[in-house]
């Protein structure tokens, strides 16, 4: 097996300054750090990251709670943390929640709290004050993904006034019968995404003096099939349809845009539709939408982790709006009665 002194010897450093470029703690100028890591590389020398972990007490690795890995959102903020913590040189050990209440408690009572890790980022999970305690117990960086959480660093959007700023868009465009097809009251997410759209939607059209009762609102599933089975309901007759529907999810959005084809109703000639999310698939269908950014979402999370590593994250942990942006596409426009 190489040994850390024929790095040393091939790219004529000494064995200390070669341990730095490779562990990455202390200062080596970036000319060294390649040459030595070039060294390294030819030789196939490999840092022990257990010999590093005695060194530095750091393991070098971040554990990540999440509980979905298959949806959209998720998916985008999960790769936004891994990019960012290859490039810090950090390994990544995910945890995915199930709704399983034991299998919960175990993650939190027995794995991230035993288990070797510099740091824990949560995403969309809204923990309980026992599980920040377990955490805080490891007196290593916690941070949170998807709302605020009392004792820990966490960053998301404010989904209240992202959805009124979707229904603000419509209504500046002479809407006046907008509804809103949003998730579930009954099935709510943590961190009561469902309920905060919905009242934005609501603050928004109560301040422009439109109807906002129960005949404005139906509740569906946050999925593209879920938007689809609950526009059809609502636009099928046309002495009760909206001309514009703010969405609660880009995916409940595109569904609805589809229904609308099916029924022969023109988007945006005859209903425009706003969603909330910035999905992937929003260019392609023309969707308007409030992007949030979910993969930078994941990488502000490890800016947080890496600043309170090396101490120089902010002391009051408190939570963080993370910014939204209106993308106007072809899904919008004026509705056709005056």
């Keep these: 097996m190489s040994a850390l002194s024929d790095v040393a010897r091939i790219a004529q450093v000494s064995k200390a300054t070669a341990s730095r470029a490779l562990s990455g703690n202390g200062y080596v100028s970036a000319e060294t750090r390649d040459r030595v ?29 999440i509980p979905h890995i298959n949806r959209w959102y998720f998916g985008d903020v999960l790769e936004g943390i891994e990019s960012a913590l290859i490039a810090a040189g950090y390994d990544l050990t995910l945890y995915q929640l199930s709704a399983d209440a034991a299998e919960r408690r175990r993650v939190f009572e027995y794995f991230l709290v035993r288990k070797r890790v510099d740091a824990v980022i949560a995403v969309g999970i809204e923990l309980t004050p026992h599980e920040v305690t377990l955490l805080g117990s490891l007196t290593k960086p916690i941070v949170g993904i998807g709302g605020p959480i009392d004792g820990i660093s966490t960053l998301s959007i404010d989904d209240s006034a992202a959805a009124a700023l979707a229904t603000e868009h419509l209504i500046s465009l002479g809407h006046t019968r907008i509804m809103h097809l949003g998730g579930d009251q009954s099935r709510e997410m943590d961190f009561r995404v469902h309920s905060n759209r919905l009242d934005g939607f609501r603050h928004a059209m109560d301040a422009a003096g439109l109807a906002s009762g129960e005949e404005t609102f139906r509740a569906t599933d946050l999925s593209m099939p879920g938007g689809f089975e609950a526009a059809l309901a609502v636009l099928a007759d046309p002495r009760t349809r ?14 609805t845009i589809v229904a609308a084809r099916q029924l022969g109703i023109q988007v945006p000639g005859q209903l425009s539709v706003v969603g909330i999310d910035g999905h992937e698939l929003a260019p392609m269908f023309g969707l308007t939408t409030l992007a949030q950014s979910p993969c930078l979402q994941g990488t502000a999370a490890v800016e947080l982790v890496m600043a309170e590593l090396d101490g120089n994250g902010a002391h009051e942990r408190v939570w963080m709006p993370y910014p939204v942006r209106l993308d106007v596409r072809s899904s919008t426009t004026a509705p056709v009665y005056a």
């Design 37 to 65: 890591i070039a060294a390294a590389a030819t030789i196939g020398y490999v840092v022990s990251s257990n010999a590093s972990s005695l060194v530095t007490g750091r393991t070098r690795n971040v554990g990540v709670v």
């Design 242 to 255: 909206p001309t514009a529907i703010v969405a609660g999810s880009d995916e409940v959005a595109i569904g």
